[in-house]
């Protein structure tokens, strides 16, 4: 229990994805001027990130791994969840249409996408086993959602600051993310890896 | 695109006006985590300047042949078959390398640059221009990268490639290397393009009003 709850904290506050991975930043900057949208960014993020590591952990072990076939692991993992979330995507949109609603728009957007793609590769480079892969895709998951969440708040705080002219936008955004890494850096060493 | 955009045109696009980096904010994923040593980003900014030429230049060599419904899995297929090949002639020839670029080097499936060029570009153009502007993009993502790393291996190691520039007494500002200090000076490398670029706007425009000051001049 203490292996995977030390996992968990590790994905989520030591090995930020985001800030210290530099995985998913394109969404990481282009989703987090709005509050609202973050949260419901982080939580598709994460639900996606989970369902497909699952995915991918069966693919790996019970066809890639034992027929040797690992040198395809880039092309079949991207396939697979490019296609898992195009599937994931339509479903809602039947049967759950007031979720499609809410989270559609950031289920197309993470379609493909580095973070997405990035934990069950990380899975399988590193050897997790079945529980081990779910708990570092949530935890993976839930790291940012938390940086993406308060991203958005220092953002809507940012709006009433005067910026330079130059740096409006995107380039204050990555100075922001800098000093948010700064401050998650402190949580380094807190756990050992 | 416009036929009489001569081949160096296409290609010098990227560099500047459009450089992928600092100008669409695309892919910017790899950027960071790669570029704590001059070494890495050049080696990142290589594979990813090949995996785009080459998959510019399949993908218009096809382009008749793909169904415009399916263009994106094919596009996405033809990406990761590339990017295999980088993975595999890298692990054989370069494992330390390999080794420091790990899963980053997978993830150049996903960069939305190449998807977007594929798309864009080479989805309606053919073979040659194609070829120069993934060659041109690829060139302007891995100089930026280059630079980035340089300067963070120069501030945060006080060396470049490995080599020693400050000499022994130099006291390394470690934040360069680790990630904030990569978030920090991407914002402000941002920051000084959009200085450069306005200028060169104004500039433009200053020498556009002379023009038209002097041939009035002239006239009168």
């Not at chain 1, 948010?180 to 402190?186: D, E, T």
């Not at chain 2, 120069?132 to 006080?158: H, P, Q, S, W």
Request: charged share 10%; glycine share 10%; with cysteine.
């Amino acid at each position: 229990m203490g292996e995977y709850f030390t996992l968990f904290m590790g994905a989520v506050i030591v090995n930020n994805f985001v800030l210290t991975r530099f995985l998913g930043l394109c969404i990481f900057f282009g989703v987090s001027k709005n509050l609202n949208a973050s949260i419901g960014m982080g939580m598709a993020v994460t639900s996606v990130m989970t369902l497909s590591s699952i995915l991918a952990w069966i693919v790996y072990n019970y066809v890639l791994h034992p027929y040797g076939l690992t040198f395809l692991t880039t092309a079949v993992f991207v396939v697979l969840v490019a296609s898992f979330v195009q599937l994931l995507e339509m479903i809602i949109k039947k049967h759950a249409p007031a979720l499609y609603g809410m989270w559609g728009i950031y289920l197309v957007l993470i379609a493909t996408n580095c973070i997405v793609l990035g934990v069950p590769l990380l899975n399988a480079e590193s050897n997790f086993g079945f529980v081990k892969s779910i708990v570092f895709a949530i935890g993976s998951g839930a790291g940012f959602a938390l940086a993406i969440i308060l991203m958005a708040s220092l953002r809507e705080k940012l709006q009433y600051a005067d910026v330079p002219k130059s740096l409006e936008g995107l380039g204050i955004a990555f100075v922001l993310a800098g000093m948010l890494a700064l401050s998650f850096m402190g949580f380094s060493g807190m756990i050992p890896l | 695109m416009n036929n009489n955009d001569s081949l160096w045109d296409i290609f010098y696009k990227g560099l500047f006006d459009q450089n992928p980096i600092f100008r669409l904010a695309l892919s910017l994923c790899p950027a960071l985590a790669v570029t704590s040593t001059a070494i890495n980003a050049l080696a990142m900014g290589l594979s990813v300047m090949f995996v785009i030429t080459a998959n510019n230049t399949v993908i218009s060599l096809f382009r008749r042949w793909v169904n415009p419904k399916v263009r994106v899995p094919v596009y996405i297929t033809s990406i990761a078959t590339i990017v295999t090949v980088v993975q595999l002639v890298l692990e054989a020839y370069f494992p330390e390398l390999f080794r420091a670029l790990s899963i980053y080097l997978a993830l150049i499936v996903v960069f939305a640059i190449i998807l977007a060029r594929a798309e864009v570009f080479a989805a309606k153009n053919t073979v040659v221009p194609s070829f120069f502007d993934g060659l041109g993009m690829g060139t302007g993502f891995a100089g930026a990268m280059v630079l980035i790393g340089v300067i963070r291996e120069l501030f945060g190691a006080g060396t470049i490639f490995g080599l020693e520039v400050f000499g022994a007494g130099y006291d390394p500002i470690l934040i360069m290397i680790l990630p904030p200090g990569g978030f920090i000076l991407i914002g402000l490398m941002i920051g000084a393009f959009n200085i450069y670029s306005a200028r060169q706007a104004k500039i433009g425009a200053a020498r556009a009003k002379a023009c038209t000051a002097c041939a009035q001049g002239s006239e009168a």
